[in-house]
């Protein structure tokens, strides 16, 4: 499987972005796509993942209610949509998919990454 996220910029406090994770080759393999985020500085983090066959999402507490993962089977894309987008969501934003073993809320788990992308929010 590859990856390819995109989408990252820069955006205003209380502003939209929407990030895109373009997949490829053999997806049938896959069982989750995690969204992480890795700050200036600090671990990478869990932001939220996808069940690949049954479309169920879940997210860490910080970004519930604001963002939200979807796929699209027709683009072959899955979408991370940040709203209300705090300082604190500043971060290279990845896509990955999981292995299929162990915890999907850590990153060491996941076996193909997409290239980052930078989310900065700033006024």
């Known amino acids: 499987v590859q990856l390819q996220a995109s989408g990252g910029g820069l955006v205003e406090p209380g502003g939209s972005l929407r990030l895109s994770c373009g997949y490829s080759g053999r997806t049938s393999a896959i069982s989750v796509l995690g969204w992480f985020r890795q700050a200036p500085g600090k671990e990478r983090e869990y932001v939220g993942a996808?069940?690949?066959?049954?479309?169920?999402?879940e997210y860490r507490d910080s970004v519930k209610g604001r963002f939200s993962i979807s796929r699209d089977g027709v683009k072959d894309t899955v979408y991370l949509q940040m709203n209300q987008l705090k300082p604190e969501d500043t971060a290279v934003y990845f896509c990955?998919?999981?292995?299929?073993?162990?915890?999907?809320?850590?990153?060491?788990?996941?076996?193909?990454w997409g290239q980052g992308t930078l989310v900065t929010v700033s006024s």
């Open positions: 996808i069940a690949w066959s049954t479309g169920v999402t």
């Open positions: 990955g998919v999981f292995r299929g073993h162990g915890s999907y809320y850590s990153g060491d788990n996941y076996g193909t």
